[in-house]
């Protein structure tokens, strides 16, 4: 007689898609609204007279890529939702709690840089013209503080609890449980440091997504019979 019965790790073992697509959406959404973020909104002397500002066009185009914020949420939180469900009751409680906890406080951080940084470009009233230079300051210092020291250092905290989780439930392989924690690191003490440092969190999440969608389909082809 066969058994059909799953282990929690085994289940955990079975990544669905649904996983890897949110995980590659959220990557290529979030990589997208960092690099116009950080080309719309310089750092460094004389940023006020940047032509992102001054240029109409690359405004609207920064705006729309912060219009994409919101949906690059929506599916990481689709991501971590669809990761917990799997994992199930093999899922270590502490690792799960900070997994959980730091992933939700990254979206609220990444969506309030957002929202700084659209109120930044706003105080840019006319065409050609350049915004009020403490108005423009305070709200580009704003946006940078949220993303660079808030956000990505809670995405610090997700990247290591995921990594150390997926390697004790054997789901990751070594190179990517390590490859996560060097993300982890640079996140944690280069984002406010070092320009673009903070491309390593979508970097690892999209070699992460399509990891599982290799892995699931890996995993399509009919399954051999327990005994």
Known sequence: MT??????????????RAAGLAGVLFALLLAAAV????????????????PALTDSTRRDAVRAALGLVPLAGIFFLWFVGVVRTHVGAAE????ATVFLGSGL???????????????ALATVRAPGTAPSPAAWEFGR???????????MRMAAV?????????????????????????????????SSRVPWAELAFP???????LHILGAAGRRTGPAAPAA
Not at 141 to 151: C, D, K, P, Q
């Open 3 to 16: 058994s059909t019965a799953v282990t929690p790790a085994e289940q955990a073992l079975r990544a669905p």
């Open 35 to 50: 690099v116009l973020m950080r080309l719309g909104l310089p750092e460094g002397a004389g940023s006020v007279t940047a």
């Open 92 to 95: 270590d409680k502490f690792l």
């Open 105 to 119: 406080v990254f979206v609220a951080m990444m969506f309030a840089a957002a929202a700084a940084a659209t109120a």
């Open 141 to 151: 210092r704003l946006a940078y503080e949220l993303l660079t020291g808030y956000a």
């Open 158 to 190: 997700f990247t290591c609890s995921l990594s150390v989780m997926g390697h004790r439930l054997r789901v990751l392989p070594r190179w990517l449980t390590v490859l996560g924690l060097l993300a982890a690191l640079t996140l944690l003490f280069a």
């Open 203 to 209: 970097a690892w999440a999209l070699v992460l997504s």
